[in-house]
């Protein structure tokens, strides 16, 4: 299991960040999802066995958002 950390861009409300979230959480192997609007970012955890960050950030970008940076720690 790794810390997941995602800056996104083109955030133009709160609402865009719950949309973001309700989709990821729906994901295989992916937990604890927050979603931070004031600094534009999302914070999951994830087991890299069932599913990889960048799989993440092709979701959020399918749902018409960039990725801006992605950071990973060990738990």
Request: hydrophobic residues 35%.
């Amino acid at each position: 299991m790794v810390k997941v950390t995602m800056t996104l861009g083109q955030l133009s409300c709160p609402s865009c960040l719950t949309k973001i979230q309700k989709v990821i959480e729906k994901q295989t192997g992916v937990t604890d999802v927050q979603t931070l609007f004031n600094a534009g970012k999302l914070k999951t955890v994830i087991d890299q066995e069932k599913i990889q960050a960048k799989d993440l950030a092709h979701i959020i970008e399918q749902l018409g958002y960039t990725v801006e940076k992605i950071t990973i720690k060990e738990q």
